[in-house]
């Protein structure tokens, strides 16, 4: 079982940054892929970026490549999104995810949220 925590969101002007925070609980938490999506109201969730369980592997969504990092300390059973040169359209609650199945994650945060003004 993974609990999981974001935190760090908040308001930003355009072409600021934020640095987003995934706390995880339980022992299995280096063994996951971390992803991280966004949502903005009425629309469905959107893949951000992953990385993979030792943090020698990502991969993000065009929209944010080149601005986005993922990074993951497991000894501390975290992960991070650094969001830089961020946009008005980066606006969305963040979520960090952990243990890819082939029906979805399996273990969600409660969401962070990232408001970028023009």
Not at 74 to 88: E, R, T
């Amino acid at each position: 079982q993974v609990q999981l925590a974001e935190s760090g969101g908040g308001l930003v002007q355009a072409g600021g940054s934020l640095r987003l925070s995934c706390a995880a609980s339980g022992r299995t938490f280096i063994w996951n892929t971390v992803a991280w999506f966004r949502q903005t109201p009425g629309k469905e969730r959107e893949f951000v970026g992953r990385i993979s369980p030792d943090g020698s592997g990502t991969f993000y969504t065009d929209a944010v490549k080149g601005r986005f990092t993922i990074s993951r300390d497991n000894a501390k059973n975290a992960a991070y999104l650094q969001m830089n040169s961020l946009k008005p359209e980066d606006t969305a609650v963040y979520y960090c995810a952990a243990q890819a199945t082939i029906n979805g994650y399996a273990y969600w945060g409660q969401g962070t949220q990232v408001t970028v003004s023009s």
